[in-house]
């Protein structure tokens, strides 16, 4: 696991361990999860604003947000450790202790939040950092991962009241303002990997051209996708398909069409040789870097932005995979509903928003309007 915090790495990569016979599972898990608990324990001491680290007290500040942060699911144990950390500088700028903070401090945080985006010059390749306000979305989520680490103290009668509960929040707009591509700039950028992979003959093309297309095709998450892996390839209704685990840490299934499993096999194939094993002993994660570890999100939008770029379209992100999934399916005749199991969503509304900006321009009663109403007029 790692935390990140102001763009610096705070604790060190776990690389999974792996297991023989029912007694080696049993080790490993333990093992594996003592290594996280001395993880997360290693980023919490470097947080800011919480009274100095003191092993003998079970209860003290430290101690309660390692076992908040345990207690979490790994992409959710990410982003509430980010957001916990910016609210905690917030206080140590302002000299305010956090375990009787008020309302009105969270207002006043509220009011101050802040992202830095950085953008990278296609052209030089200069990265320019820019702070801005942060969006409602951001905002929204900040809230609500300080409030449930203050829950989680109140539960261990460490703090006496939850200064967020009550505080306004923004509501977040009725779509995405991620980018996303239209059915035929996703044909296009999915055949640009393509020739690119059959051009340059190598494992890191063969690998970009498969793990965007399961991602174009499926809608994964980014998590979803770095952390696949060949024991949950499976076969359902006589189908090819993937298990996954997704947000919130149940289990799910999205199928694999063939033309994501041919990607794939041409990957593998590549991968096979340069491991010296044969394609059907591979194992672990499904996509890997040249040293064999598990590719990171960051990894997957590093080099989305420069090849959609080098393809002649809008700047991506890794997440633009899954909006333009969404967009695509609704494009092409799927229910929103189809959408929301597909996008293994709770609630149909935020399958709505993935999809809102399509069926704003597609799905508008403009054109209808536009056809009742003729030409407009001679020339």
């Known amino acids: 696991m790692t935390f990140f915090a102001e763009g610096a790495d705070t604790g060190r990569e776990l690389e999974p361990i792996g297991s023989s016979g029912a007694r080696g599972a049993d ?21 800011p604003a919480l009274p100095p680290p003191d092993r003998s007290d079970r209860y003290h500040p430290r101690a309660l947000t390692v076992l908040w942060l345990v207690d979490a699911a790994a992409n959710t144990r990410r982003g509430y450790f980010r957001d916990l950390a910016d609210w905690l500088a917030h206080c140590e700028r302002n000299d305010l202790d956090p375990l009787h903070a008020r309302r009105p401090d969270i207002d006043a945080w509220k009011a101050a939040m802040t992202v830095t985006r950085r953008t990278r010059d296609s052209a030089t390749g200069t990265v320019r950092e820019s702070v801005n306000p942060a969006a409602p979305a951001t905002v929204c989520r900040r809230l609500a991962a300080v409030s449930s680490w203050y829950e989680y103290l109140i539960g261990g009668d460490l703090a006496l009241r939850n200064p967020v509960r009550g505080t306004s929040r923004p509501k977040p707009p009725d779509f995405s303002p991620l980018p996303a591509l239209a059915t035929e700039q996703v044909e296009r950028f999915l055949a640009f990997l393509d020739e690119r992979a059959a051009t340059l003959e190598t494992e890191v093309a063969l690998r970009e051209a498969a793990q965007f297309r399961l991602m174009f095709t499926t809608g994964l998450r980014v998590a979803a996708a770095t952390s696949a892996r060949f024991d949950e390839l499976t076969e359902e209704a006589g189908r090819a398909a993937l298990r996954y685990t997704k947000k919130g840490g149940q289990s799910d299934l999205v199928p694999l069409p063939e033309t ?3 990607a794939c096999e041409r990957y593998w194939k590549a991968r096979a040789i340069r ?3 044969a394609r059907a002993e591979l194992s672990g994660p499904l996509f890997v870097s040249l040293r064999g ?3 990171k999100q960051r990894d997957l939008d590093r080099r989305i932005r420069a090849l959609s770029v080098a393809a002649g379209l809008p700047e991506l992100t ?6 333009s999934a969404a967009e695509v399916a609704l494009a092409n005749g799927a229910t929103i509903e189809q959408i929301q ?13 993935y999809a809102a900006n399509s069926y704003k321009i597609t799905g508008s009663p403009a054109y209808t309007i536009a056809d009742a109403l003729g030409g407009g007029g001679q020339s």
């Not at 080790?27 to 947080?47: G, T």
């Not at 890794?318 to 909006?323: C, L």
């Not at 199991?341 to 928003?353: H, P, T, Y």
């Open 27 to 47: 080790v490993d898990a333990r093992a594996a999860a003592e290594l996280l608990r001395l993880d997360i324990s290693s980023a919490v001491q470097l947080l």
């Open 260 to 262: 994501v499993l041919r």
């Open 275 to 277: 491991e010296g094993v």
């Open 293 to 295: 570890s598990a590719l």
């Open 318 to 323: 890794a997440h633009s995979t899954r909006r």
């Open 341 to 353: 199991d597909l996008l293994g969503l709770a609630d149909i509304r935020i399958a709505r928003r």
